[in-house]
């Protein structure tokens, strides 16, 4: 009995609610953002200050979860819709405006979707520190939020607009003048090739809004960011002299994609990429659709193992 008791007296309790706020935060740090906010964050009191620490909340980045929903939505033939409607919107910006607070400026790195100009105006603000802001599929983010990203956040080097029909050649000309160190921009559309192909995905009336001056983008691009090493312009509707401006522009991009932007022609690419003296990699406007083969004939066709569900969000 007396040896049991020994035995007990040398094993050593550890209670968790005594951990210091430097070790929570360590161990913590080794958790997703989905799990910390859906476990960690309800536990005590302490977990949740822990949670709320600047060193944790430098980085937010939700595309995964994005991607992993969108698939799964797809798969089980449901529709995705439910993304681009306000009520989810509001949760999105409600945790990237928390974020913003508790980083206390300490954030760098935003990736998420379906945000609005309530959460991103606070980014400009707050975040003087960041560096990548990655927000495609925000119908509601607008020129005049973007506006206080290009003054509030000169350090940014990597931005992603991609279908976000808001913002315009202006919030481009500002992000350029305002932010020397960019070096990677996404601005991708949406194909109007087959729009009943997204029909499933994205709703109708924002898809009918898809931007349609892709010379005044290219402008501001060629103008205003000569940095630039990698640029996305999927389904943009530049054409011969957009393309001519970005190529006199910005000399030192090394990856161009213009993958399903028919306005351009088959002898524009190479008079605008001898320009381009550090180009490693550049996609064509090949598009493989057999009912538009007439219109963009001008293209030699792929086969099918280019169809890479690029009509997915």
Not at 57 to 67: C, G, H, K, M, W
Request: net charge negative.
């Amino acid at each position: 009995m007396a040896e049991e008791e020994e035995k007990a007296e040398s094993v050593q309790i550890h209670n968790w609610a005594e951990l210091t706020q430097l070790c929570l935060v360590n161990i913590l740090s080794h958790l997703s953002i989905e799990d910390r906010w859906r476990g960690a964050m309800f536990v005590c009191k302490s977990w949740l200050q822990a949670c709320k620490d600047p060193n944790l909340n430098s980085v937010i980045d939700l595309e995964a979860q994005f991607i992993e929903s969108v698939a799964e939505s797809s798969s089980l033939s449901l529709s995705s819709t439910l993304y681009w409607n306000h009520e989810f919107e509001s949760k999105i910006d409600s945790m990237v405006r928390s974020v913003v607070i508790w980083s206390d400026g300490s954030l760098n790195y935003v990736r998420v979707r379906h945000c609005s100009d309530r959460s991103i105006a606070l980014i400009a603000e707050r975040s003087p520190n960041l560096q990548v802001l990655s927000i495609q599929r925000c119908p509601r983010v607008t020129d005049e939020t973007m506006s206080k990203i290009a003054s509030g956040c000169p350090l940014l080097r990597e931005l992603d607009i991609s279908l976000c029909y808001q913002i315009s050649h202006k919030s481009l000309a500002l992000i350029g003048q305002h932010c020397p160190n960019l070096r990677i921009l996404r601005r991708n559309l949406m194909t109007q090739v087959n729009p009943s192909q997204q029909e499933p995905f994205v709703p109708r009336e924002y898809v009918d809004t898809c931007p349609q001056d892709g010379d005044s983008e290219a402008a501001a691009i060629g103008k205003f960011m000569p940095q630039l090493v990698q640029l996305e312009l999927q389904f943009s509707k530049l054409t011969n002299k957009g393309l001519a401006l970005i190529s006199e522009g910005c000399i030192n991009l090394e990856h161009l994609d213009l993958f399903g932007c028919t306005n351009v022609t088959s002898r524009d690419i190479p008079n605008a990429s001898s320009n381009l003296k550090q180009l490693k990699t550049l996609k064509k406007p090949h598009l493989c659709l057999e009912s538009q083969t007439e219109r963009y004939g001008h293209w030699q066709l792929y086969d099918d193992r280019f169809q890479t569900d690029f009509f997915r969000i």
